[in-house]
């Protein structure tokens, strides 16, 4: 596989900032060269992402492309937030070795939905979607079944118009993207920004999005004592800092899904998460601040480096439109600690309404992946 080359831009009207990565993309040595382009887009330029895409296909010569929209998009070291840009990245994958594949809803044709890149399996795959699509989650665990490994990555469209899905063809819905078989080699990790606070409790009542009891106890009681607060202290300092995490079934990780608490009632001592709670599962309380963030951040990218044996070729990011500045202080923060742990590898990505790492779909996380 050649070297990735990337290129991303903003300007006010999509034909400038194209004619900027096309640029950046021939690096002084003629045309670029490649067999699969990625394409983010911010939703400024969604309503015209058809139009982009053919127009870098036909200025490349490259004929697939998959990509989305996002009210923010990054590139290696740069985030570009609330403004008109598009982030560009090319690579030369070995024939046989992908395969672009159209959006899907239906979850009975995601059941056998053919992603053989050439005559292999798909190992995994890079995916996006529509965050309105129905039942999103169950879905991305239907998909993920149909590769060997069991994993996808990806993330969400954001936009404030269209969720635009680009997969050689631009459509508004489903999941779409592009499988690769394991001659193509990915690494992959994911930050949570967050840290536990307190241990773990099994919910011992709950009904739907309603935590009643953890260990048998009150969930409220449980949540001042693990996080600290008394019972005539304000519980409005919780908000944006303390969220539930919910244990992942099966996963002999300790894995577990970031959920945000939505609700507090302190009469009846219960807690409402922005999900269903179940009967048995593990549950326990995470704070994510600005240190948490770039500490897990930091532990990720230790990761991911400690596992590799030659600088990466390309990236992509998908990170949460709640991290970035917002958590992470000053400009490009979190694309800075990826850059500084990584160097200047190639690397485009987007901020979405919701992460896909494995066969899960996250909130409030970074998923990296590397092309090695």
Not at 23 to 36: K, R
Not at 78 to 85: G, R, V
Not at 171 to 190: H, I, N
Not at 345 to 370: A, K, M, Q
Request: net charge negative.
């Amino acid at each position: 596989m050649n070297r990735f080359r990337f290129g991303h831009a903003a300007a006010a009207d999509w034909r400038t900032a194209a004619a900027a990565c096309l640029s950046q993309l021939a690096d002084g040595e003629g045309a670029a060269a490649g067999s699969l382009g990625f394409l983010y887009v911010t939703d400024f330029f969604a309503d015209a992402l058809p139009e982009i895409s053919r127009h870098l296909a036909q200025e490349t010569g490259i004929g697939h492309w998959t990509g989305t929209v996002g009210i923010g998009i990054c590139a290696t070291g740069t985030e570009y937030l609330d403004e008109p840009a598009m982030a560009v990245m090319i690579g030369d994958f070995p024939e046989g070795s992908f395969r672009v594949f159209r959006a899907e809803s239906d979850p009975v044709r995601l059941q056998t939905l053919d992603l053989r890149c050439g005559t292999a399996p798909a190992s995994i795959a890079v995916v996006h979607a529509d965050p309105l699509d129905g039942d999103i989650a169950r879905k991305i665990r239907l998909l993920a079944r149909r590769t060997e490994s069991g994993f996808l990555v990806g993330g969400l469209a954001s936009s404030r118009g269209g969720n635009m899905l680009l997969a050689d063809s631009v459509e508004r819905s489903g999941l779409s993207g592009v499988a690769f078989s394991d001659a193509v080699t990915v690494a992959t990790r994911l930050s949570q920004g967050c840290s536990p606070v307190g241990a773990v409790h099994e919910i011992t009542g709950a009904q739907n999005n309603i935590v009643i009891e953890l260990d048998g106890r009150p969930a409220l009681d449980v949540l001042r004592e693990d996080v600290g607060i008394s019972a005539g202290e304000d519980l409005a300092q919780l908000g944006g800092q303390i969220f539930a995490g919910l244990a992942v079934s099966g996963s002999d990780t300790g894995d577990y899904v970031v959920r945000n608490l939505i609700g507090i009632d302190p009469g009846n001592r219960l807690l409402a998460i922005g999900d269903v709670a179940r009967k048995g599962q593990g549950m326990r309380f995470c704070r994510r601040d600005r240190d948490t963030a770039r500490a897990d951040m930091a532990r990720m990218l230790d990761s991911i480096r400690e596992g590799l044996y030659t600088k990466p070729r390309g990236a992509l990011y998908y990170s949460c439109l709640g991290r970035g500045g917002a958590l992470f202080g000053g400009e490009s923060a979190e694309l800075g600690m990826i850059r500084d742990a990584l160097g200047d590898v190639p690397l485009v990505g987007v901020f979405c309404n919701g992460e896909i790492s494995h066969d899960r779909l996250y909130g409030y996380t970074g998923v990296l992946t590397l092309f090695v």
